[in-house]
């Protein structure tokens, strides 16, 4: 069974910084494009930041500049590094992975649980 599972929330001080990872695990061929996602209470789930296979990366404008996604093909992990953290980026942060279980299966949608990030003014 394929898990996406992150870590590194919590609460900051506004102008800080966080580093959430996420670990994809369980049985699979491959991993396609990862990417973190955030909710905050009453919106829709939005896009933080992706990144492909091969390193391209594209990032939502609120957060340009300011947080870098990267990930580990090796070890099956993706991490998004935050910086100038403010009161605004406080949401649920999600990862998110289209894998292939098999060699010639589809890439399906996994999610993470979630984990929050809390910024204080």
């Known amino acids: 069974q394929v898990q996406l599972v992150e870590s590194g929330g919590g609460t900051v001080q506004a102008g800080g910084s966080l580093r959430l990872s996420c670990a994809a695990s369980?049985?699979?061929?491959?991993?396609?494009?990862m990417a973190w996602y955030r909710r905050t209470p009453g919106n829709e789930r939005e896009l933080v930041a992706s990144?492909?296979?091969?390193?391209?990366?594209t990032y939502a404008g609120s957060v340009k500049d300011r947080f870098t996604v990267s990930r580990d093909n090796d070890k099956n992990t993706v991490d998004l590094q935050t910086s100038s953290l403010s009161p605004e980026d406080t949401a649920v942060y999600y990862c998110?992975?289209?894998?292939?279980?098999?060699?010639?299966?589809?890439?399906?949608?996994?999610w993470g649980q979630g984990i929050q990030v809390a910024v204080s003014s």
């Open positions: 998110h992975a289209k894998i292939r279980q098999y060699v010639l299966s589809r890439a399906d949608d996994y």
């Open positions: 990144i492909t296979r091969y390193g391209d990366t």
């Open positions: 369980g049985r699979f061929f491959t991993i396609n494009d």
